[in-house]
């Protein structure tokens, strides 16, 4: 026999509220899981920049050695020569790296979705103990 909604009990409601709560609650971090997912992704392409600048800061570093020790090329001294590359290679090394690092500041990390479904939980809750 089915008791309409107005003839339950209050423990009956409250199990039901419980059911459904725990439901929601299993979705939102999903949800969570899911978005945090999306933007982890996007950061380790960031991180790939990173990786390049330091790598190719690295050759400029290396192309600096070798200016101390060519000493002198044919049109001017082998140090000057290669210490014009190695600045070269080290600056498109620090602008890799500078580019990396300013898109991960703008990776917004925090599940905004979430936060806001989970707002409307929550009154969603309020009104159903009304």
Not at 74 to 80: D, E, I, N, S
């Given at each position: 026999m089915q008791t309409s909604k107005e003839d339950r009990s209050l423990g009956e409601l409250f199990g039901d509220l419980t059911r459904e709560m725990?439901?929601?609650?299993?979705?939102?971090?999903n949800l969570a899981s899911s978005e945090m997912g999306a933007k982890i992704s996007r950061a380790g392409k960031d991180v790939g920049?990173?990786?390049i600048g330091g790598a190719v800061a690295y050759a400029g570093?290396?192309?600096l050695l070798a200016a101390l020790i060519i000493g002198l090329a044919?049109?001017?001294?082998?140090?000057?020569s290669a210490l014009i590359v190695g600045i070269i290679v080290a600056g498109i090394g620090y602008f890799l790296i500078q580019r990396g690092l300013s898109e991960?500041?703008?990776v917004d990390l925090?599940?905004?979705q979430t936060i806001d479904t989970l707002k409307e939980d929550l009154q969603w809750a309020k009104e159903q103990t009304k």
């Open positions: 725990s439901t929601l609650v299993r979705q939102e971090v920049y990173l990786a570093f290396l192309a044919t049109f001017l001294p082998w140090w000057v991960l500041k703008r925090a599940p905004h």
